[in-house]
């Protein structure tokens, strides 16, 4: 394979190359084949399972690295760079590395505030596949893999603001980091989407022995907000469920007047238009 790592796209998936409603990607693939023909890796980075994303990878032959529940693990396929050496792989095809604690752990923390909040939320674990499929929209197979969870659990809120406040601060001093996604709030250990962006943007650099790569995120919420911070370029992906969120950056921030995939290939075809002026092509 060709790899352009000049260039590296870090995406979201949910809302953004994803529909939010029927999680079609029809309308990104020829903008995600470009990428593949340029050589640019397309590195997905969402809350999702590893199981959801490696389902997805295999249906668009997408054979590069990515990063599951909000960075919690970051999945390489095997041999894909020489310089991680001896570092071994703990699952067939892929070497995975770590950044949270286990589900259990977070499951424990939510379960003792079941009896203070029992009736403002449900999460994951204490679903039926039935009602999972009925929350998520997603077809049985793909509820399976989203129930799937290794380092986090999604929880559906579903009291007041103000106790959804109370219940985060007491998630926060058992040592969760709790996250609005776009459907679910997500309960998992101290790492975010940019801390995981950046460990694995510096494989590629070393991979390379190289300074710097010329890199775009693409996110659509708020717990995309670390990773559309960390790089060079980011793209915001218009929302048909809530307002953009607050990114703390002017420069290199371009805004897609479309929704979900329709805007993604609105907004990777505007960026490869100016790499290639970039690259002088
Ligand atoms: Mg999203």
Redesign the pocket.
């Known amino acids: 394979m060709n790899l352009n790592y000049r260039s590296l796209v870090f995406s ?5 190359f994803l529909d939010h409603f029927d999680y079609q990607f029809d309308h990104a693939l020829y903008q995600a084949e470009k990428l593949q023909e340029l050589g640019i890796p397309l590195i997905f980075n969402s809350s999702k399972t590893s199981s959801e994303i490696k389902s997805l990878c295999g249906k668009i032959g997408n054979r590069h690295p990515f990063i599951a529940e909000n960075g919690a693990a970051i999945l390489i396929p095997e041999n894909y760079f020489s310089c991680l050496e001896q570092e071994k792989t703990s699952t067939p095809r892929y070497e995975v590395f770590q950044f949270s604690r286990g589900r259990e752990y977070w499951l424990d923390c939510i379960d003792s505030l079941k009896l203070d909040f029992g009736r403002d939320f449900v999460n994951f674990h204490d679903l039926k596949l039935c009602d999972v499929m009925d929350l998520t929209g997603l077809p049985e197979e793909a509820a399976i893999e989203a129930m799937e969870r290794q380092y986090s659990e999604p929880i559906m809120w579903l009291g007041s603001p103000m106790r959804r406040a109370k219940f985060i601060s007491l998630l926060q001093l058992k040592g969760a980091t709790v996250r609005q ?2 459907r679910f709030l997500s309960v998992g250990g101290n790492c975010d989407k940019g801390k995981s962006l950046i460990w694995l943007r510096e494989l590629y650099t070393r991979q390379l022995s190289i300074k710097t790569i010329n890199d775009l995120a693409v ?3 708020e717990n ?1 907000l670390p990773m559309l911070e960390a790089t060079m370029e980011a793209l915001l992906i218009r929302s048909p469920s809530h307002a953009f969120p607050e990114v703390k950056r002017d420069i290199g921030l371009y805004k897609s007047r479309n929704f979900g995939p329709r805007g993604w290939t609105e907004g990777i075809s505007f960026w490869l238009q100016r790499q290639n002026i970039f690259h002088g092509e």
């Open positions: 979201d998936l949910d809302g953004c996604g776009g996110g659509d919420s995309d």
